[in-house]
């Protein structure tokens, strides 16, 4: 079997488990394994074989078969989305350039699905597969494997008190968001901690209400994480236990990241690194606590 047909069955399989079709590629027998006798003893010695999976391995016609379906939608992979001005980066609090990118993009195409303004987005970084994504081409390859989870997005609504919150949690975790200004500081225990937050409506931060209903776009893997009951202090996001008016947008997100490149791609813009303040280091109230530490 040539490299060429292996880099194909090879995305084709991510492809079928992505797309929960993986025991049509595997067959029936791989998907699911004949029972074990109820009375096989429980010491039985098993001899297992390896084989490389290379080039020496010779071509099957039911896999060709099977890659003459797929190889259109792995083609399709390669195409040309959009480009990147400058390199998208993960690292430190928000993820950095690349979970700005991400959140603006969620935030952005949830705006359009709910037809109203969407006041924040919210991902976790380790949902963010890639470390860099280099100046240049942007490929839907890249947002796969960027993205490579079936996360769906979520609107919820939460109360202002209940997005300070939330918000104490994505700057604990370093992970990412969209939609507010957050002035923060390193704790005593080292963790970054929320200082002061406020939304960022028009370019200007505005304070959050305590007492409105803010709707905010996650994903549902960060809503499926949060304590189911109330004594729970898991802290990953228990808070969105809170969440109203739960509605899934029938999007998931690298979906949506890739209708986002699109569009900014047919407006003529680039995909640029935003930089927009929305993560503030408060350096001397962490010298201050640190200074104050026995």
């Known amino acids: 079997m040539s490299r060429a047909k292996l880099a194909l069955l090879g995305w084709a399989l991510s492809l079928c488990v992505i797309g929960g079709a993986a025991q049509a590629v595997l067959g029936q027998a791989a998907a699911r394994p004949a029972p074990v006798p109820a009375n096989t003893p429980s010491d039985v010695h098993a001899k297992v074989t390896e084989t490389v999976v290379d080039s020496s391995i010779p071509d099957d016609k039911a896999v060709d078969k099977m890659l003459e379906a797929y190889a259109p939608k792995v083609r399709a992979l390669d195409e040309v989305i959009g480009k990147l001005k400058g390199d998208l980066k993960k690292s430190g609090i928000g993820a950095g350039s690349l979970g700005n990118f991400v959140t ?107 007492s409105a209903t803010y709707t905010v776009i996650s994903i549902d893997y960060l809503l499926n994480r949060r304590a189911t009951k109330p004594s ?36 003529g813009r680039d995909i640029k690194a935003t930089f927009d303040g929305r993560f503030v280091f408060d350096k001397a109230a962490s010298e201050a606590t640190e200074e104050a530490q026995p």
């Open 104 to 210: 603006d993009a969620m935030r952005a195409e949830a705006t359009r699905k709910l037809g109203k303004p969407v006041m924040l987005a919210v991902t976790n970084g380790g949902g963010l597969r890639k470390s860099v994504m280099a100046e240049g081409e942007l490929s839907q390859r890249d947002i796969f494997e960027l993205l490579p989870f079936e996360n769906a997005l979520v609107a919820f609504d939460l109360t202002g008190a209940q997005v300070v919150d939330l918000l104490r949690v994505v700057v604990s975790y370093k992970d990412a968001q969209s939609g507010a200004r957050i002035k923060y500081r390193i704790g005593s225990d080292k963790k970054p901690e929320l200082e002061t937050v406020g939304l960022l409506i028009d370019d200007r931060e505005k304070e959050i209400d305590p």
């Open 232 to 267: 729970e202090t898991e802290g990953d996001y228990s808070v969105l236990r809170e969440a109203k008016n739960i509605k899934p947008l029938g999007l998931t997100i690298r979906d949506a990241i890739i209708q986002y490149v699109k569009r900014e791609t047919a407006a």
